[in-house]
Nanobody, 115 residues
């Protein structure tokens, strides 16, 4: 499985960005797709997750502001980020986990929110 993320950029606080991650390869084996983020000096943290059945999970700090969605046919996962805050600044990573719990990572995409 290969993952290609896109959509990062620079935005002012209160603005919006949409991240996308396209999976290729053995996409039929994917069971869960996730977005993580990592800020300098901090550990990578889970932002949101979605199963192919549509169940979602969000970290508390993004609930009500971020929305994760999946296109099962294309195995594309998106992350709509609204009401962005400076503390959302990080490199965002796409992750896919297969039915046998093997994980794959995409390259990161930088999100910078200015105050």
């Amino acid at each position: 499985v290969q993952l290609q993320a896109s959509g990062g950029g620079l935005v002012q606080a209160g603005g919006s960005l949409r991240l996308s991650c396209v999976a290729s390869g053995s996409i039929a084996t994917i069971d869960v797709m996730r977005w993580y983020r990592q800020s300098p000096g901090k550990e990578r943290e889970l932002v949101a997750a979605i199963t192919t059945a549509g169940s979602t999970e969000y970290r508390d700090s993004v609930k009500g502001r971020f929305t994760i969605a999946i296109d099962n046919a294309k195995k594309t996962v998106s992350l709509q980020m609204d009401s962005l805050k400076p503390e959302d600044t990080a490199v965002y990573y796409c992750n896919a986990e297969t039915k046998i719990a093997r994980a794959y990572w995409g390259q990161g995409t930088q999100v910078t929110v200015s105050s």
